[in-house]
Each structure stands twice: as C-alpha cells, then as structure tokens.
C-alpha cells in the first residue's frame, strides 16, 4: 500500500516499517470488522428487543405551549419506525463490516449511536407522549456548567497546566456570587465569581509555574480548599444572615425574531446570560487559541515550551495568563450554580461537575467546540435519563445515568479515536 | 529553592485540611488527648449559658447528613430537637456537618471521643455507622432519625430508633394536591430510592388516587410508581439545580404540583416555582414547615408534609436529662403529632372549602385506623 522510502535508508529499517505498515492496515481492518459487528448488534437488539414490545404511536412533544409558532407534535408508529432504524443501523454496520468507513468510522458510530438512542427514545415512548422539546432544552442547561467548566480545563491546560481544580473553582465562583448578588446584584455576583475563579488559578499558577508543585497535587488542594472555606463560611455567615443568601436570578432574555423558531429557538435563544456567555466563550476561545497569536504561543508553550522559551516566548507568562483566564472561566461557571438557577448557595452544590468537565473536555480532545459536544452529550443523557424515569420505562435510570461516563472510559481509552492532550500538560518548566 | 515549593505546598495541604475540618470537624482525634474532656465546649458548639453551675452538663451530640443543618428541612429540623433541648433542659449542644457519607464514622468516633451524653444521628445513610458505634460503645444512648434496627442488631440496646409513617401525612397532601390541580397532573420526585424518601411519594400517590376515587377524577401522578417502586430521582441531596431542572421537567409533561423529596434540593424547585409563578407551578415542602423556613419563596408552598423528628429528638434527649432513655423505637404518626400536615398559610383561601372538609375527614380516619394508606 504505502509507497517505498525513496531515500537510501538501510534494508533493515525499510523492513521494519513495511512490516509496521501491514500490521497496521491488518488492526485497521480488525476495528473495522469489530465497530462492524457492534452496530450489527445494535441493530439486532432494536429488532429483536425493542420492535416486538412497540404498539401504538410514539408521540413527541416539539413546542412549549407558550410559544408563537406552534409546531404539531412528532407522532410516528412506534413498531415501523424500529424496523425502519434497525434496517439502517443494519446497513451501517454491513458497510462497515465489508468496506469499511476508515477515517470516517468513528463519525459513523457517533451517527449509529444516536440512531440507536432514538431507538431506544421511540420505544420507550410507545403509546405515550412526551416534551421533546423540554429535554433538549434541559441538555442545554445542563451542559452549560459542564462546557464552561471544561473551557478552563482547556485553557490552563493548553498552556501545559493540568487543572483539576475545576471543582474547586466552581465552588467559589458560586459562593461568591451569591454573597456579591445578594448584596449588590447579579451582575457584581457575575464579576466577583468571575474574579474569585481567577483568584484560585492565580495560587494555581503561582505553584505550579513558580514553584513547579506537582499540578495534580495543587488541584486537589484547590478542592478541598474551597469545599472546606465555603462549608465553614456557610456555616459560619449564611446560616447566620440568611440575607446573604438570598442572591436574584438571572431570567431568560429572549432574544426578537430568532427565538421564535421552533425547536432552536427555546433550545438557544431563549436563555439567561450565562448560557449566551457560554456560547460566546466557546467561539471567542476557539478563535483565540487557534487563529491568534497568543493562542498559537499558547500552545506552543503546552506543546514544547523549551522550542517556545528559544524563540523568545516568556513561558512562564504566557502560563500565568492562560491559567488565569481558564480560573476566570471556571469562576463564571460557578456563577450559573447560584446566579443561573437557585439563587442560593448550599454547601457542595457543584455535586463534582468540575470533574464531568474535565472528562467533556478530554472528550472532546482539548478543543473548545469538541468539549461543547461531549458536554451536550453528558446534557442529553442526563435529561433522557429524567424523562425516562417520568414516563416510567424498564430501562433501569441508573444506567443512562452512567452511559456518558461509560462513553468517556471508551474515548479515553482510545478504543474510538485517540485523545492526545498537549505534549506538555502537566510538565513544569524550568529555563536551563 | 526545591524545599521552599514543597514547605509551601505542605503549608498548603495542611492549612487546607484544616478548613475543611473546621466544618465538618472530620478529622480524626486521637483518643488519648479527647478522653478527658466532657465539658469543654468544641469549637463550634453553640455556646450554651448552662444554668446549673455544679454538675457538668450533659452534651447532647447530632452528626447531620451531607445536607447540613441550614437545608431549611430535614437536618435542620432534627437540629432544631437538640437546640430545644439547649434552651429547655439546660444541655449542651453540638452538631457536626456530614460533607461526605465518609464522615459519617469520623464524625460520630468524635463525638464518641468528646464524651457525648447522647448522640444523635440524624438519617437512614447513616444507619451502618451508627450501629457500628452504638455496639462498640454500649454505655452511650444513641438516637437515630430514620431508622429501626432489627432485634439483635444492637447488642446492648442502646439506640432509639425513630421511624415516622410520613405516608399519611403524605396521603393528606397527594389528596389535597391532586383536589387542586389544574392541569390534572401532579408530580414528585426524591432524593436517593430509600425507604424515608419513598415513604413520602408512596402515601403522595396513594393520596392522590383516593381522591380520584372519591370524586371520580382522573388526576396523574408523574415520576413514582409504587407498585415497581421506581421513579425520578436525583441521586443525591446537594445538586440545587437538580432541584430545578427535576421540577422543570416535570412542569413540561404538564404537572402543576410538585412534591420535592430531596432535602435542599427542593429549595430548586422552589425557586423555580418563584419564578414560573403559582398559576404553573406550586411546591408541597417536606420535613418542616418550609413556608416558615424558606422564607424567601413563601409564596410558593402549598402546604408541606410535616415530619416532627425536633420532637421525637428533643423526647430522646430529655429521657437521656431524667434516665429514663430506653432503646427501641418510637414512631411518628399521625395520631400522635409525630407527622401532619402544615398550614395552608397564604393560600388558605384558594383550597375550596369542600376539600378541606374532605381532608379533615380523611385526617380523623387514618388516625383512628380506618383508612388504611398503605393501598
């Protein structure tokens, strides 16, 4: 297949890499019979399990009632639209058996994964109805602390810091938004969560660039940190002036014209300023780091600060603001805890979606809009796993609840496509 | 400068555990240097003007759950039996904070270690822990919310165990919940799958279809099933926003009354509940009276579903002053004032007359046991 080294390299060496070629395409063809034989199964256990159980229509909900433009609900025949999914699941999977998709294989098990899913969703809801439009506006919801979470891993670590203090930084931002907004208004909460995010990636950076602590180490002790300052001054204040806690929330500001579309509209443009915040920061981040030059010096100084140091790049600065920034991300996202939901603030509210963040933006490679889907999938999960348990399927919740982590451990493990973080995530650098 | 970083980062982690002992007061004390000292005060021990200047009072000791003692329900509530008992009986208080089911034993060896008078432990998840301690400590009275060990479980039986039947007071709410539904749809949704927490779904729904059968109405109960005993649940007790978002879905499936049973998680709901206003969405609160706790969403509660564990507690602590504390179990009914059903409040005037009249009728029937809530 690959086309002989031209130069004159030795006999032995050519061997070798025409044997590793083989091999290679010989593994190639193993995942491709595999992913193969995993959509074929998918498609049995859809035709087999889910079609015969199917009567009547399965009915899906695509408007609120409250909105201008009133779409008719989705209602499709349960058991033919099985038959129809498990033929295309069945398809997918012999074209990939036979021919193969190569590099496209693992957007085709995305695509077979979400046709499965649906299988599932219009199974479940035979001869019943339910919102789909309010569960793919709570996957909205939901996914936003996750993705914003997940930015300022990316940030920090883009830069070659490992920050799995996300928890940490979620936890202040919301505790002290939630004192800043109930005593002066959402929007100082916004700005001060924003700034205590910073603050604690300051101590991040302080340690892990200047004093070159390990950065697994700082992380942790961000945690427990913040989780133990916040629990004390809960305790301490809070309970004692519950005006302190007792933040305004933000409202969902519709936006004229596009929010009145359809499906899109409430799932995008119907929602508070931190999930615009979100989308904004996904975009801005995403052109900052790769259309800029301070994002192609921030990369490079995660990648190989020493090449960088040489061409004149100051490492250590470079660290200290790409670290900041990622704090103030974080920062922000704890805002949504307090600011964006409850308005109040309750010890360990985060409930670990510092670390789902961490997993959405390993997910996702260490890129900004990689991490929103693998956030949107974390959502999605989580709000099917909701409305399966209101409508009372035999699906047990408690295993869509850990399907996305179940997702994460397959990426991670580079069974679909390889996640490869920075080449210098986590190395301290010190200039020689 | 190698081991300037690493005393820095030292600093640091200790400096750090320390603040998260601070409020949770998870860290283990060595036994030789807690033995002796009964009377003092720990560091964040309501400071209680103790009248009796002799005799060292007695320490009455609460580990909450990981929701902590201002989640305006459960804990706080039982929180409040030992404080009654600080104010009434001259006892001294204290209370540690649960951050994690591992704290459960740390915190308890604690109190164990400080030379509690009586320690109260204050849920079902901390049921394993507390046996635990109560066998290895037989001279300690303990009291625990939620739960009834088995005959034989506790060896010197020194654990009180206090159970409530929630489920009729949970009855008088689904009845009621159901009597005012708009939309015919009512919904809930609990914390963990545990008994204390369905209880309260289980006498919800019951409730809710006597009343489709007394009034031949067709009213739905979303997200629990109490024939599978399956429905919708948090899986856990912090996450507000799960509060929110339960009852936002909820909501969209077309319910109009929520019933929260998830601790502070229901405080999500009733913010959203706030905002949607009392025409979409109303909230029943549970464990106390949540129109008196949550003052900020008053206008949002319904009713709640009473749990009066700050009377069983304060009962056990006040055998423990006088000597008589004897183990077993007590049980809450609804007879006894162990669980009912709070005020209307400032929605008195909108629950119809004729409901009312059907509630006290059903309240006066599962008191004297002729309506039976558990089909």
């Given amino acids: 297949m690959s086309t002989p080294p031209i130069d004159r390299e030795p006999i032995e060496s050519y061997e070798i890499t025409g044997k590793r070629t083989k091999e290679l395409t010989r ?14 199964a998918l498609a049995a256990v859809v035709m087999f399990f889910l079609a015969p159980a199917a009567a009547g229509t399965s009915t899906f909900g695509l408007s609120f009632a409250e909105e201008s433009i009133q779409l008719p609900p989705l209602s499709v025949p349960s058991q033919g639209s099985l038959w129809v999914l498990a033929m295309v699941l069945g398809f997918l999977g012999a074209s990939q058996f036979f021919r193969g998709f190569q590099s496209k294989t693992t957007v085709i098990l995305g695509i077979a994964f979400a046709v499965f899913v649906f299988s599932l969703m219009v199974w479940a809801t035979a001869g019943e109805e339910f919102s789909l439009i309010s569960m793919l506006v709570s996957t909205i919801a939901r996914a936003t602390p996750i993705a914003l979470g997940a930015l300022s891993g990316i940030l920090c670590e883009r830069s070659g810091v490992v920050n799995i203090g996300i928890e940490g930084m979620l936890l202040g931002g919301a505790f002290t938004g939630v004192v800043m907004g109930s005593l002066l208004g959402g929007w100082v909460g916004l700005l001060a969560a924003t700034v205590t995010g910073g603050v604690l990636a300051l101590l ?9 602590v390990d950065q697994i180490i700082i ?10 300052l916040t629990s004390f001054l809960t305790a301490q204040v809070l309970v004692k002036n519950p005006q302190f806690n007792d933040a305004p929330i933000f409202q969902a500001i519709k936006i004229p014209v596009l929010g009145d579309i359809p499906i899109v509209g409430p799932m995008f443009f119907d929602q508070t300023i931190i999930v615009y915040g979100m989308f904004i920061l996904i975009a801005s981040v995403t052109f900052l780091l790769f259309r800029t030059r301070w994002g192609l010096r921030t990369r490079s100084v995660g990648e190989n600060p020493k090449a960088a140091d040489s061409l004149g790049i100051k490492v250590a600065k470079v660290r200290y603001l790409a670290v900041i920034y990622g704090g103030m991300v974080g920062g922000f996202a704890g805002a949504w805890f307090t600011l964006g939901t409850v308005g ?6 985060t409930g670990g979606r510092g670390f789902i963040g961490l997993a959405a933006m390993i997910v996702g490679g260490w890129n900004p809009v990689g991490a929103f889907f693998a956030a949107l999938i974390f959502g999605f999960s989580d709000s099917l796993q909701q409305k399966f348990a209101v409508i009372e399927t035999p699906i047990p919740g408690e295993f869509l609840a850990m ?8 990426i991670v493990a580079g069974l679909v496509g390889r996640a490869r973080p920075p080449a210098a995530d986590g190395q301290p650098y010190e200039k020689e | 400068m190698k081991t300037n970083f690493k005393i820095v980062a030292a600093v640091l982690a200790v400096s750090a555990l320390g603040l998260a002992g601070c409020s949770s007061a998870s860290t283990t004390t060595e036994p030789s240097a807690a033995a002796p000292a009964p009377a003092s005060a720990s560091a964040e021990a309501p400071a209680v003007a103790s009248e009796e200047p002799v005799a060292p009072a007695l320490k009455a000791c609460e580990v909450t759950d990981v929701g ?3 989640d305006k329900g459960f804990n706080q509530k039982a929180y409040k039996g030992v404080t009654d008992a600080t104010a009434q009986l001259g006892v001294e208080g204290a209370v540690l904070e649960s951050q994690a089911e591992t704290d459960y034993v740390p915190n308890i060896s604690s ?3 400080q030379g509690c008078g009586i320690i109260v432990t204050v849920g079902f998840l901390l049921g394993d822990a507390t046996k635990e301690a109560a066998n290895a400590n037989p001279t300690i009275p303990f009291t625990i919310v939620d739960y009834a060990y088995a005959e034989g479980d506790i060896t010197a039986n020194n654990v009180l165990g206090q159970v409530f039947n929630t489920d009729e007071a949970a009855y008088l709410a689904g009845y009621l919940a159901a009597g005012m539904s708009k939309t015919g749809k009512i919904g809930t949704f609990g914390g963990i799958n545990i008994p204390p927490v369905t209880i309260f779904m289980d006498g919800f729904y019951r409730g809710a279809m006597a009343y489709n059968a007394d009034n031949g109405a067709k009213v739905e109960v979303l997200g629990w099933d ?8 948090t899986e856990n007790f912090e996450s507000l926003d799960d509060g929110r978002s339960f009852a936002q879905n909820l909501v969209d499936e077309g319910a109009d009354i929520v019933m929260p049973v998830a601790g502070p998680v229901g405080l999500g709901s009733a913010a959203l509940a706030k905002e949607l206003g009392p025409d979409k969405l109303l909230i029943i609160g549970v464990d106390s009276d949540q129109f008196e706790s949550d003052t900020a969403n008053q206008s949002v509660y319904l009713t709640s579903v009473l749990k009066n564990m700050d009377v069983t507690t304060f009962n056990a602590i006040a055998s423990v002053v006088d000597g008589t504390f004897a183990g077993g179990v007590t049980v809450g009914t609804l007879a006894n004032g162990g669980v009912g059903l709070a005020p209307f409040h400032d929605l008195d005037a909108s629950v119809p007359q004729a409901l009312k009249d059907q509630i006290e009728t059903l309240k006066a029937g599962i008191s004297d046991g002729s309506v039976d809530v558990k089909k």
Avoid: H, S, W
Avoid at chain 1, 204 to 212: D, K, P, Q, S
């Fill in chain 1, 344 to 349: 109040r603030f309750d010890e360990g509210m």
């Fill in chain 1, 219 to 228: 992380g942790v002790v961000i945690n427990i940190l913040v989780l133990g």
């Fill in chain 1, 403 to 410: 399907a996305p982590y179940l997702v994460t451990i397959i």
């Fill in chain 2, 226 to 233: 109490p024939a599978k005993q399956k429905g919708l649940f």
């Fill in chain 2, 111 to 113: 109190f164990v270690d």
């Fill in chain 1, 27 to 40: 593994r190639q063809i193993k995942k491709a019979r595999i992913t193969g034989i995993v959509m074929f």
């Fill in chain 1, 204 to 212: 991040l950076a302080v340690l892990a660039v200047n004093f070159r």
């Fill in chain 2, 68 to 70: 902590g003692v201002d």
